[in-house]
């Protein structure tokens, strides 16, 4: 059924779809069709995914990890280079209140350790602080409806709690 009405749908619809072509091998081609699929789907999900990898399209390199804070801004690029045992980015950028600074392989590579650490710090805090340190492994198989349902009834209920000044909206922008 879901053909026909997929059919029904591109017949009807007024926007023109257009056609895209791709050549590549075949094992990527097989990693990637996934990737492809989730990036160009629509509704809240395809647009989320490509905020998610919006930012690339800007990247002279590709990035390996961005970090974001209120006011400022780093990216680790790749490939990573591989120097005997170690595995060093390329280089990165810090962007900060009035400051721009490339980094070096081992600049990059010092702050990207750096911040896995600080990660990996807050973590572990925020699971003794709020008493999950003994929580159970996650349920499998994950039922995403239920888990968004349930996510976004709390948000809401939230929203409401606190006041919001705007109503609360579904997407990847509704924060």
Known sequence: MSVLRNALARFFSS????????DADVQTAIYMWPIIEKLLAHGED??????????????????????????SHCHIDGPL????????????????RGVTIALDPFEANDLRE???AAIER?????????GRRK???????YDRQTADREAKTM?????????????????????
């Open 81 to 96: 280079q591989m120097a005997g045992d170690f595995a060093l980015p390329l280089g990165g950028e810090i962007f900060s």
């Open 46 to 71: 395809g647009d989320t995914y490509r905020a998610a990898v919006n930012f690339w399209r800007y990247a002279e390199r590709p990035p390996l990890a961005t970090y974001d804070g209120d006011g």
């Open 135 to 141: 929580s159970p492994p996650a349920r499998n198989p």
């Open 114 to 116: 750096h911040m896995r």
């Open 155 to 175: 948000i809401a209920d939230w929203a409401a709690r606190k006041g919001a000044k705007r109503p609360v909206t579904e997407g990847p922008d509704h924060v």
């Open 122 to 130: 807050a973590i572990l805090a925020w699971l003794v602080d709020n």
């Open 15 to 22: 926007k023109p779809k257009p056609d895209m072509h791709i």
